[in-house]
């Protein structure tokens, strides 16, 4: 069923509210998730199945109040950084004692399995995964005389190619970044990582942005848009502004999680043979995060077997719902994308061999970034992401509107509100 609510059982059914059902405007993802509730529902004629649709899946605007308020569906979507506020305000059903009903749980990568564990209890199931890397356009590499087949590998390396292809004239934007919307915080996260550093110490109590690496960080950023020109003039972008930029044919890189591939092309204008993936540069480490569902506190125990029989159908199971790849293949859905890559074991294998089978983008061109971020520590995003990434926004967002921006100034006052969140618990 589509679009309704209401209460736990209609007509000696179990009922389920879902969200993150895909919206009208995404066609093909829209009629598979309706497609995928009928077939399940044929299986299983005691659940009802009820989507409710919203893009993006989780807004951090309205998150909060949707569930204090109690309008949270009963199986709910939410970022890897919100697991554990989820848990700590009391809003999560324990799920420990049912998912040792759920084939498949225990074929998911432990780490992946970890972020949803709050002291030894369970509380959700991961639905996909990410690392970051660099996306660039090989076509403007070529135009800008520089080898496609040898992307940046360090941070100096990006610089000087960032350089050439906004050498290529008016328009052209060599480097992007976000700074906005806690997303400026989320790359310079991801940035800092990839140099070894950290934006929290390692018992998570202190920030450590304030560091070297923090600083090079910064002052990457500060000489690409000042000294070079080579990061364009409009700022505080956020997301689709970015993709926007790649899609149109004139940025040649920003970082990026593999996710990011299908909708250059499917709503941006960009080309698969155009679109490559390498790995982080700096060499050190690579951001990880992802998505799962939780279940409200409200459901009832046959809520969450429902709940859960639906995620391993629809989520969480090679060859069905999201990971249908011939399904996909069928409808020109992008297949062969690195990640996710939510399993281990046989499972993976299942999986790898599926996306193997219908596989219809360049795979080649995403070959750098499987090889080399195996080299890289995946790390996951930090305690209190959202808070911390807030902070740093303003960071980000200083360096690349403020040609004399003190950064380590504003690293200071950074670290100083980092430690002030932690120190809140
Ligand atoms: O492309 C990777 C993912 O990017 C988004 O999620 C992330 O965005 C947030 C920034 O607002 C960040 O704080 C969060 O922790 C990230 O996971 C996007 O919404 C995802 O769909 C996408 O997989």
């Not at 005389?145 to 060599?174: C, F, H, N, Q, S």
């Not at 409009?234 to 593999?258: C, E, F, H, T, W």
């Not at 092309?265 to 939780?294: H, S």
């Not at 399993?343 to 360049?362: I, M, S």
Request: a neutral charge; one cysteine or more; hydrophobic letters at 35%.
């Amino acid at each position: 069923a589509c679009g309704s609510g209401g209460e736990d059982t209609a007509g000696g059914k179990t009922r389920i509210t879902v969200n993150c059902m895909p919206p009208k405007s995404a066609k093909i993802d829209r009629q598979n998730f309706e497609d995928d509730i009928k077939t399940f529902e044929k299986a299983n004629p005691d659940i009802d199945v009820v989507g409710h649709d919203a893009f993006p899946c989780q807004d951090p605007k309205t998150f909060d109040a949707k569930l204090a308020g109690g309008q949270m569906e009963d199986v709910f979507y939410t970022y890897f950084t919100d697991a554990t506020h989820v848990v700590d305000i009391n809003q999560a059903a324990d799920i420990t004692s049912y998912v040792k009903e759920m084939k498949g749980y225990s074929d998911i990568q432990q780490s992946l399995r970890d972020v949803y564990t709050v002291d030894g209890k369970v509380y959700g199931v991961p639905r996909t995964n990410y690392s970051m890397g660099l996306l660039y356009n090989k076509k403007l590499f070529q135009q800008a005389g520089l080898d496609p087949a040898k992307p940046p590998a360090t941070w100096e390396e990006v610089r000087a190619a960032a350089k050439k292809i906004a050498g290529l004239g008016k328009g052209y934007v060599g480097y992007a970044d976000y700074s906005a919307q806690n997303q400026g915080g989320w790359h310079f996260t991801a940035e800092i990582y990839s140099q070894g550093g950290d934006v929290v110490t390692a018992d998570g109590k202190k920030g450590s942005v304030d560091t070297p690496e923090g600083k090079a960080v910064l002052q990457n950023l500060k000489d690409m848009r000042w000294t070079d020109n080579s990061m364009g003039t409009k700022q505080l972008l956020i997301l689709n502004d970015v993709q926007q930029m790649m899609g149109s044919g004139k940025l040649g890189m920003y970082i990026s999680a593999p996710d990011n591939v299908p909708i250059l092309v499917k709503e941006k204008g960009g080309k698969y043979e155009d679109l490559a993936l390498a790995p982080m540069p700096g060499g050190k480490g690579t951001l990880i995060g992802g998505d799962g569902y939780m279940f409200s506190k409200k459901a009832s125990p046959e809520q969450i077997r429902a709940g859960l029989k639906w995620l391993e159908f629809q989520t969480n199971a090679p060859g069905t719902g999201l990971n249908n790849w011939k399904r996909a293949a069928d409808l020109k859905a992008p297949v062969g994308l690195p990640e996710p890559r939510l399993w281990t074991g046989a499972t993976d294998a299942k999986d790898q061999e599926l996306k193997k089978q219908y596989a219809n983008v360049p795979v080649e061109n995403y070959q750098a970034f499987l090889d080399g971020s195996q080299q890289l520590t995946a790390k996951l995003e930090p305690p209190k992401a959202q808070q911390i990434y807030s902070v740093l926004d303003g960071a980000v967002s200083s360096v690349l509107t403020k040609k004399d921006a003190d950064i380590d100034g504003l690293l200071k006052d950074a670290q100083s509100k980092i430690d002030g969140i932690l120190a809140r618990g």
